[in-house]
T-cell receptor, first 110, second 112 residues
Framework: NAGVTQTPKFQVLKTGQSMTLQCAQD?????MYWYRQDPGMGLRLIYY???????DKGEVPNGYNVSRLNKREFSLRLESAAPSQTSVYFC?????????FGSGTRLTVV | GDSVTQMEGPVTLSEEAFLTINCTYT??????LFWYVQYPGEGLQLLLK?????DKGSNKGFEATYRKETTSFHLEKGSVQVSDSAVYFC???????????FGRGTQLTVWP
């Protein structure tokens, strides 16, 4: 089925560990986004990529890096995880005003 | 900058009650407005949208009208069902490369 696929769905990390969240879309969308969702905070933009080869910071980029590997894939990396990065992470892609969200990655940092 | 202010929850209603969730926005230019719904354990799904002033978005019995004069996009449903229990997010598509700005979300619980 067409859509946005995120892996993994769940992850537990120890403080200081690193990991990469993967996101891929098969809808030929140009723009891709990473959001985090925290209780009472809505969704906040971490990074976005308007097109292949470009990335820009969103509201809360500190502690994260991203790679737009190709048009399909947009990964989010935590180099040294902190408990404050415990959250649910959503990847999304868009063309014009049509957005599609992945099902999320629930990350816990202990 | 662009932003969305959404009625805080939680909202608890009995089945067949009338629902309103308030949403106001601040934006430059002419944004597009959205309501997204998130069911437990799932991602966000588009519920409805409106792209210009006075447009009414509607889906599954939900409606919202883009009111430029009051900068509002309130979500309404005449008769809620238990299956409507979810978190609802108001969102605005800003002028900066099409990114979405979200409200904080409103948890709706409907009791039978």
């Amino acid at each position: 089925n067409a859509g946005v696929t995120q892996t993994p769905k769940f992850q537990v990390l120890k403080t200081g560990q690193s990991m990469t969240l993967q996101c891929a879309q098969d809808m030929n969308h140009n723009s891709m986004y990473w959001y985090r969702q925290d209780p009472g905070m809505g969704l906040r933009l971490i990074y976005y990529s308007a097109s292949e080869g470009t990335t820009d910071k969103g509201e809360v980029p500190n502690g994260y890096n991203v790679s737009r590997l190709n048009k399909r894939e947009f990964s989010l990396r935590l180099e040294s995880a902190a408990p404050s990065q415990t959250s649910v992470y959503f990847c999304a892609s868009s063309i014009d005003i049509g957005y599609t969200f992945g099902s999320g990655t629930r990350l816990t940092v202990v | 900058g662009d932003s969305v202010t959404q009625m805080e929850g939680p909202v608890t209603l009995s089945e067949e009650a009338f629902l309103t969730i308030n949403c106001t926005y601040t934006a430059t230019g002419y944004p597009s407005l959205f309501w997204y719904v998130q069911y437990p354990g799932e991602g966000l799904q588009l519920l409805l949208k409106a792209t210009k002033a006075d447009d009414k978005g509607s889906n599954k019995g939900f409606e919202a009208t883009y009111r430029k004069e009051t900068t509002s996009f309130h979500l309404e449903k005449g008769s809620v069902q238990v299956s409507d229990s979810a978190v609802y997010f108001c969102a605005l598509r800003g002028s900066t490369l099409g990114r979405l700005y979200f409200g904080r979300g409103t948890q709706l619980t409907v009791w039978p």
